[in-house]
């Protein structure tokens, strides 16, 4: 038995609704499954997903605020007013500024752009900016992908003759401000047909209202702006992702060439992963760790030497980021580990944190320990306290941080994420507050992590062709998540660890006459958790792996289980201490039969069980990992243990001292021998001549000794200062009247079946000492 490190949840879908559109679209299930998962049921709803029907971009002007914006941004290209861009120091900011200043660069305007400080000056539009800004000789500020809550920053802009402008996506509030025009999707009174752009597509809207047709040069941008921000991937989002990509692969952007030449990734490969673990990490670096504006400038450039030299900058600052993270990661998990107290939720401070990369560091606290997880980085000047958090599904992070906000008094957010400043001396009630919500909403099921699944499928339904099929449901993201698949109590045919360090894992399913590869990454360990052979469920990503021009199917394995008992066989291992020490000690029951193997100075320094006839009754087995150091004379108290229990595993090493298979057990007729041998001798002096008869007979002197035994035992001979003579007398008896011959005899059976048999032998074997079925020796 293994189990698996998340709660697997997987919902059934309409079996007519997934035939309807294998049929009608001439698909897969597997592709049908996941489509009627996504929402997809209808039949010219799924074509035009898949296919690309009806993908045209909805009119901008649709939008609320847009006429009025793309006048008053005319007029200023007109007169050649100076024109500020006010954008946000993320990716998706970066490439929303980038795409209005391609845009109004075009359009021939006289226009520059501002990001704020994250450090100095925080998230948004602040009246330091706009006053400067003005003073530069601005008139008409536009900001992208923020300034739907600057209600106070936009009165201000109004007062010092200050045009605005606001383009965004965030939730607005109860109160909008107060601007020249609002281009939003969600603002009341829009009409716009979609409304989960991200800031840059936003951006894009106004542009293709400025441009009078669709951008399509400026995708590329809007793409790595909407997959950074995770967004959901459908309705426009989705062309905008998908189209972008195709237009990323030919993009002749030199800032985006020398980027991916730094990240030593393909250009002309990118998908949405690229996107998300290539470029948007170090878009976002640079406002990590300082001024967001050389992102925006690798962009914009079109000088090949500039943008190699904003690479190198851009990877520089992405290795720092990743060393401070690691370093806030650490200390994070120390304080974490450190706490004796049992924390629901985890609330970690420092001084000298970096408020900029703290997101990240809750994400990874939140995926390590399955917990609610905020960090914070304190000002030591101002004793300030900044920082994000991260949940886990049950628990709402922006309702109950909404208790608190008598000690916080800047934080937003939404239920799985949130940010927030406070003073460093709330901190601790901070962590008491939160801990007692959570220790209110949670169970103990909550702290396992849950992974959707969207298909359960056979080995032999993984094949290329429908990974090939599946694929044209990407780009995968928010809302389209890459599918997870489960094949179930499929045969582990083979698995061995991979890589330099042994660290991976691969595996090989089988299920009828079809083998399907499996590839777990830092999940070397279950190599000592799972036997070949065994019956085991997956969870996990298909892909094609591709080598010398051959295309395979393959599962990237996120999760595995196993539901039956498992047999360990390490009989005859030399290695079997150093494995069972490794055991959880929680899981681990160490039992032996025999007090020569209970006191054997060599065994393993592990807690150890002597199982007898009058405690075998005692011994719960049920889940735990049964280590089986021995075994005992016959079956009956090896039956009375397992009989009705339910081990998770267990491990065979039947260590013994005597090989009773292998030694030599007397046949009849050196039974006869002997007794005749006695009968001519009249008497024979077992201790100073036994081991003389022995070796005139080949046989050794233990063989010698048992034979007496069951002599003396059936009447046969008498034993007086060591010396045997013959009862002539003695009634006729067969050799099994003996208890020590029947012993041997078992004993002998019971060796040559559990020391000697195969491993899948011995686990029927066991499998039928804990049924009610007798075993068949």
Known sequence: MLLSKMRWEYEHPSEEKVKSLSENLNISALTATLLVKRGLEEVDEARSFLFDQKADFHDPFLLKGMKEAVERINKAIEEQESIVIFGDYDADGVTSTSVLLHTLKELSAKVDFYIPDRFKEGYGPNEQAFRYIKEQGASLVITVDTGIAAVKEARIAKEIGLDLIITDHHEPGEELPEALAIVHPKQPGCVYPFK??????????????????????????????????????????????????????????????????????????????????????????????????????????EDMDEAEELAR?????????????????????????????????????????????????????????????????????TQMAKGSARSIPGFDLFFHLSKCRDILPHFGGHPMAAGMTLQADDVPLLRERLNQYANETLTEEDFIPIQRVDAICKVDEITVQTIEEVSMLSPFGMHNPKPFIMI????????????????????????????????????????????????????????????????????????????????????????????????????????????????DADLLNVPLSLVNGENVSTFDLNDKYVVLTDFPA???????????????????????????????????????????????????????????????????KDTIIFMTKVFFELGFVKIENGVLSIVLDAPKKDLTASASYTAKQRLMELDQTLTYSSAKELKEWLNSMMSEVSPVL
């Open 488 to 599: 179930k109590d499929a045969k582990l045919e083979e698995i061995r660890t991979i890589g330099a360090n042994h660290h991976h894992i691969k595996m090989a399913l089988k299920d009828e006459d079809t083998l399907l590869d499996c590839v777990g990454f830092h999940q070397g360990e279950l190599k000592d958790e799972i036997v070949p052979g065994t019956h085991i469920s997956v969870i996990g990503e298909i892909s094609i792996n591709e080598w010398n021009n051959r295309k395979k199917p393959q599962l990237m394995l996120k999760d595995a289980r196993v539901d039956e008992w498992q047999l360990f066989d390490l009989r005859g291992k030399k290695d079997w201490e150093k494995k069972v020490s490794a055991l959880d000690p929680e899981k681990r029951l160490v039992l032996c039969f025999t007090e020569e193997t209970k006191h």
């Open 196 to 301: 989960e752009l991200a800031g840059v597509g936003v951006a894009f809207k106004m542009a293709h209202a400025l441009l009078g047709e669709v951008p399509a040069q400026l995708l590329d941008l809007a793409a790595i702006g909407t997959i950074a921000d995770l967004v959901p991937l459908h309705d426009e989002n989705r062309w905008l992702a998908k189209k972008g990509i195709v237009q990323l692969r030919k993009s002749n952007r030199p800032g985006l060439k020398a980027l991916m030449k730094e990240a030593g990734v393909s250009l002309e490969e990118a998908d949405e992963d690229t996107i998300g673990f290539q470029i948007a990490p170090r878009i976002n670096a640079v406002g990590r760790i300082e001024q967001a504006d050389q992102a925006v400038h690798l962009l914009m450039t």
């Open 634 to 700: 016959d079956t009956h108290i090896l039956k009375q243990l397992l009989e009705d229990q339910k081990p998770a595993r267990i491990y065979t090493i039947f260590q013994r001292k005597e090989d009773h298979f292998m030694s030599s057990f007397p046949s009849r007729d050196q039974f006869k021998w002997f007794y005749g041998f006695l009968l001519k001798r009249g008497s024979f002096h077992l201790k100073e001549q036994g081991m003389e008869l022995a070796k005139h007979r080949g046989w050794t």
């Open 313 to 381: 900058f851009v990877q520089e600052l992405n290795k720092e980021r990743q060393k401070i993270v690691s370093t806030i990661t650490e200390e994070a998990i120390q304080m974490v580990e450190a706490d004796e107290g049992d924390q629901s939720a985890i609330v970690v401070a420092k001084a000298g944190w970096n408020p900029g990369v703290v997101g990240i560091v809750a994400s990874k606290l939140t995926d390590k320990f399955s917990r609610p997880a905020i960090v914070l980085g304190i000002d030591e000047e």
